[in-house]
């Protein structure tokens, strides 16, 4: 009898040894995966063959959201080690004013020009979990404007050579939906390649029933739903693909996952993203 309770107390500590040895693997696999899936940034590369005078390449990030800072480098360096000929940025720069000039200072580091185009948090700054507050733009044009590097496009474009490609980049302000304005005029432009800033993806509908032609749409905003567990909630762009898609032939529509996060300082299956776009000559 003795040798059996031995034996029995015996199993029942393997047991809670299996279990806490299993359990450790669990949490410290949870966290590897929180850690990876919200502090390390995914460098993603894509080529778009068009017709083209000369070959560029460009860098989209969005949705910083004060997160300038990851576990293979600060942004600003990784873009510049990667020389691109030129960096757009589709909107949500902080989530509060005390923290916007130090993303401003990150992206005024960088070596190459920038685009930047406003988003829903340059309007409204979080207050807490729930609560926002409007804010003005003065502050984020006064921090801009200390950068010779960075250009905020509000229902505007700009044009950008290189060699001996024109670029034309039109930045739309739907920061908030309906602010959104479009001079026709621009359609006259001549370019070899067009693209269209954004903050949100919605803006496809604009474009559409206003006809306005374009190469390549850039946006964010959805953060690839950041808790990106389909099955848990709904999102209102659910509808829309996340990264880079081609559609209409040869016209091409990106939606990145953002850098940063909102609320809820963690991200699930939605990796942080630089995209970088290689636009060269179709290969016949």
Known sequence: MFLRNNHSKNIYK??????????GIIVIATISIIISSTHLVKIEHTEIQKKVPSNFRFIH????????????????????????DFVVVTGDYSNTQKKLPRVIEELGVIKHPVFMVLGNYEREEQKSFLRKRKISLDKLINEINKYNNLKLLINENSTLIIGETEILIYGFDNSIYGNEDYDIEIEKIDNDYKIILAHSPNIINTLESKEISYDHILVGHTHGRQINIPILYKTLYDGFHIGCKKINNDQYFSISRGLGTVRIPLRIRSIPVIDIYYVENEKY
């Open 61 to 84: 990030i969005s949705d910083i959201h004060n997160k300038v800072n990851f576990i293979n480098g600060r942004i600003s360096s990784i873009i510049n080690s990667t020389n691109p």
């Open 14 to 23: 393997e047991v809670i040894i299996i279990f806490y040895y299993i359990t």
